[in-house]
């Protein structure tokens, strides 16, 4: 992994593979590794870039806020001190999603297309708001494990949880090896963030909405109704996978996202 010195603080990331770049930003709260099956099978015709962001995996933690924006800036910034001034494709999943759309707002002349997976553009209800509030007073006095044990069996299909208790493993020691100020900080800046479904019917760039089946996060229908307000988005429904299809259903996900690269790549 590469460390950048990004607005003051050390960001750690992958920067693997040759030709266009395409920027994967992690889910809350793991770190770039939900991303090595893609990275793996897509580094031979594009430059893969998968950061830590900010209090994830090996990159800084910061305390307080880490808002959508503030890791959108990062994202910016990191791809500044790696040299990429063309646009990128920004695929985000979830909490990678919300970076997006900050990410899309700020600065839409970096970005030559988006994968959205597994995301939503709507903000947080006060019930929602209220569980961030609860987990951030566990996790900073209790560490991860709550966090880890409330958010498995959010994150993994059932089918998943039941027939593949290595990748159970693999998510929950991702988990278990963040920071608590870190997983804390993108808590609030998750329940501070702002409604996106604004922006969906003003994105002007090709877009693939990707959702897993049984997804309990970002459910089908929200996927539909996220893919049906951007113009042209088309949407891909990833059988056997719940929230997290890029680990659960590695294969599909990675044939799901090339096919629309390859698209890309004979657009110019
Ligand atoms: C994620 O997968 O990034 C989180 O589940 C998003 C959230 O908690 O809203």
Same mark, same amino acid.
């Given at each position: 992994m590469k460390n950048l010195l990004v607005h003051g603080a050390n960001l750690a990331t992958v920067d693997q593979g040759r030709g266009r770049p395409v920027l994967l930003v992690h889910a %809350?709260?793991?770190?770039?590794?939900?991303w090595d099956a893609q990275v793996a099978a897509l580094a031979p015709r594009w430059r893969m870039i998968a950061p830590d962001l900010r209090? %994830?995996?090996q990159s800084q933690v910061s305390e307080g806020t880490v808002t959508m924006e503030q890791f959108a800036d990062d994202l910016a910034g990191l791809l500044d001190e790696l040299g990429i001034d063309e646009p990128v494709v920004f695929c985000g999943l979830s909490m990678g999603g919300y970076i997006g759309w900050q990410f899309y707002r700020k600065y839409a002349s970096r970005v030559r297309a988006m994968i959205l997976c597994d995301t939503r553009a709507v903000d947080d209800t006060p019930e929602v708001r209220a569980g961030r509030k609860d987990m951030i007073d566990r996790v900073l006095h209790e560490g991860p494990e709550p966090v880890a044990q409330a958010m498995i069996p959010k994150l993994l299909a059932a089918s998943t949880i039941a027939s593949h208790p290595e990748l159970v493993a693999g998510v929950r020691r991702v988990i278990l090896s963040n920071a608590p100020q870190g997983i804390a900080a993108a808590l609030r800046g998750m329940r501070d963030r702002p409604d996106a479904t604004d922006l969906l019917s003003q994105i002007r760039c090709p877009c693939l909405v990707l959702v897993g089946k049984?997804?309990?996060?970002?459910t089908l229908e929200e996927m539909r109704s996220i893919a049906a307000k951007i113009p042209g988005a088309k949407l891909v429904t990833i059988a056997?996978?719940?929230?997290l299809t890029p680990v659960e259903q590695p294969t599909h996900t990675t044939a799901a996202m090339e096919a629309f690269l390859a698209g890309l790549a004979e657009t110019g």
């Open positions: %809350f709260p793991l770190d770039h590794s939900m209090g %994830f995996g049984f997804d309990a996060i970002s056997g996978a719940g929230h």
